[in-house]
């Protein structure tokens, strides 16, 4: 008679062995059935020869069979629940794929552009100025030689943020009931609101541009978004003249887009320069012989400039006979335009990435 007890140990090593090398339910039935098999079992096999044993002996082989059994169930309960756990962490895990690409986005070809003007301007020793977008009406009309009547009022489609308040008394002669309405508080028409800010708390000489985002009261279509964004820049000293308006424009012009590239000046009207001059670009599309982006002339307007106005000196106490300036203003959304050759304002608000990764750096 074998020494049962010997064999039991024996048989619980080799259970401990063979769930050691488990690594699949498949391997784990296997065991299973190794071990706990009705007709071939291991442990069946034990509880069979309690038959056989001596009846003093009986007892002994059923305690030594159950806690093996017991043993045995135990441990392939515990593997199941950590096979389990390792099939919810790594369903269907294949390391040898290669891996997914990140998607990494890139500036928004607005925001590049206008750094890119930016850093231009910063070479030629302009401070960069960030101001409000909610403006009053002191700073966007008023002290830009547009008083409260002026018609080039009209001409800027305003949005307003609060209701107009009244100003003024039937005894100034204003149209209608005599009653002037000042609009409190609106959406800044353009970045010269800067200027006057600016120009309040600095003395000559000054050397800013402010580009920004601005508001006017339009619709949209393809040249025309209701929000876009200007560059605008003021220049203050003595003996400041046209000249070098002009030189600067066409340093920057040369710079921004070609180094051949001419600039015209086509005088115009603004309440806040005079002289004033529309500043057109020789066309980068057909370098002058006509095409339909500059309209067969050769040329394209990007933006607005002049000597700035004695009375914008005089509205921020800045001596006019003692200083002159110059101030242009462009549009960066033109200026990305003409650039990049895309023929619609809008694609650059749809956020389509289609659109914005043709421009990825
Ligand atoms: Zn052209």
């Known amino acids: 008679m074998p020494d049962l007890s010997t064999s039991v140990s024996a048989l619980r090593a080799e259970f ?25 079992g291991l442990v069946t096999a034990l509880y069979a020869e309690i038959g056989n044993a001596p009846a003093d002996q009986k007892r002994e082989i059923g305690r030594l069979a159950n806690e093996l059994k017991q043993a045995v169930e135990a441990g392939l309960e515990a593997r199941k629940a950590v096979l389990g756990r390792a099939a919810i962490r790594t369903p269907g895990l294949d390391l040898t794929l290669a891996p997914r690409p990140l998607p990494v986005g890139s500036r928004h070809p607005l925001n590049a552009m206008r750094e890119r003007i930016e850093r231009i301007f910063v070479r030629m020793g302009y401070e960069i ?5 909610a403006e009053d009406d ?3 009309f008023e002290a830009l030689n547009m008083p409260a009547d002026h018609p080039a009022r009209d001409a800027q489609d305003t949005l307003y943020l609060e209701a107009p308040f009244v100003q003024g008394t039937r005894a100034t002669g204003a149209p209608g009931a005599g009653v002037t309405l000042r609009p409190a508080t609106l959406l800044r028409t353009h970045t010269s609101a800067m200027q006057i800010r600016y120009m309040e708390r600095h003395a000559p000489p000054v050397r800013i541009i402010a580009p920004g985002r601005v508001y006017r009261r339009d619709n949209l279509d393809l040249t025309h978004t209701p929000m876009f964004q200007q560059v605008e820049a003021l220049v203050v000293g003595e003996q400041v ?21 001419p600039i015209m000046f086509k005088p115009s009207f603004f309440p806040y320069t005079e ?20 309209k067969r002339t050769g040329w394209i307007e990007i ?5 700035v106005h004695p009375s914008v ?18 549009g960066i959304e033109r ?13 650059f608000y749809e956020n389509d990435l289609r659109f914005l990764e043709q421009f990825a750096s």
């Open 313 to 330: 000196f005089e509205a921020v106490g800045i001596d006019p006979e003692r200083y002159t300036g110059f101030a242009f203003g462009m």
């Open 16 to 40: 401990d062995t063979a769930l050691g090398a488990v690594t699949s339910a498949a391997d784990l039935q296997a065991v299973r059935d190794r071990f706990l098999g009705r007709k071939q």
């Open 303 to 307: 933006g607005g400039s002049g000597m």
């Open 275 to 294: 002289p004033s001059a529309e500043v057109f670009v020789g066309c980068q599309s057909c370098f002058g012989s006509g095409c339909s982006m500059c």
């Open 241 to 261: 003249t046209m000249a070098d308006l002009k030189g600067t424009l066409l340093g920057f012009a040369r710079e921004f887009f070609d180094p051949k590239t």
């Open 138 to 140: 002191w700073h966007n």
């Open 335 to 347: 200026l990305a335009l003409l650039a990049h050759r895309v023929d619609d304002i809008r694609a």
């Open 129 to 133: 100025l960030d101001g409000p977008e």
